[in-house]
């Protein structure tokens, strides 16, 4: 076995191969995002420094995707916030939303019904997740943060970083919804062009791996 050279990039790679990005997209149709801004390890959930009760119990929450989010710069709070999102339906992505006391109220989120809101608020504003955990792929962090840094600036209540999207070969990747749609190879430019296509109603071909939630 041979190592991998430090200067190796897997998205310079598959930009070279021409790899197509079509049919990328992540495919689980219920998804918990958690606001944590502590350190992101290469398993960001198993790896962090939630409380040993909460990490069991978002690592036992069956058909549910979970990433941890955090506001461009590390700043975090008041309070924990949260959102459900269902992507893939017929009726198009739906998205929920809460601020938690603490960590441990996660504890009492209603499973049974966690892919229908029950007890959050429904949120239909913009929301941008951009993978940036370079602890997994340096591709994510070097190309994500930029990317952060720049739609943040434009949408500072819409724009989150978040843990391992998929894909980092395609990086800087990011989820937009509540299109629902999975963008890849951006940089700051084309990501600020690619999310006011969006909110215009256009998708941006280019740029789009795909929808969320479907085969």
């Not at 998205?11 to 801004?37: F, I, K, N, Q």
């Not at 499973?111 to 007890?119: H, I, Q, S, W, Y």
């Not at 949120?123 to 739609?151: F, K, M, Q, Y």
Request: proline content about 6%.
């Amino acid at each position: 076995m041979t190592s991998t050279p430090a200067e190796f990039r897997c998205s310079a790679a598959s930009l070279l191969d021409e790899e197509s990005m079509a049919g990328t997209a992540p495919t689980e149709s219920t998804w918990l995002l958690v606001e944590y801004a502590g350190p992101w390890g290469r398993k960001a959930v198993a790896e962090s420094r939630l409380p040993d009760d909460v990490r069991t119990f978002l690592a036992g929450l069956d058909g549910v995707r979970v990433q941890l989010i955090r506001r461009h710069g590390g700043v975090s709070g008041p309070g924990v916030r949260i959102f459900v999102v269902r992507v893939g339906d017929p009726d198009g992505p739906r998205v929920w939303t809460a601020v938690l006391d603490r960590a441990e109220a996660l504890l009492d989120l209603d499973v049974a019904n966690l892919a229908t809101g029950a007890g959050l608020t429904a949120d239909d504003a913009p929301l941008w997740l951009v993978c940036t955990n370079g602890r997994r792929d340096l591709c994510c962090a070097e190309h994500g943060r930029p990317i952060a840094s720049a739609l943040s600036a434009r949408w500072p209540e819409s724009t989150w970083e978040t843990t391992h999207l998929g894909g980092h070969r395609f990086a800087g990747t990011m989820l937009a919804l509540p299109a629902g749609v999975v963008l890849g190879r951006l940089d700051a430019d084309s990501a600020v062009h690619a999310c006011d296509g969006l909110m215009a109603g256009r998708l941006p071909v280019g740029v789009t791996r795909g929808r969320a939630g479907l085969a």
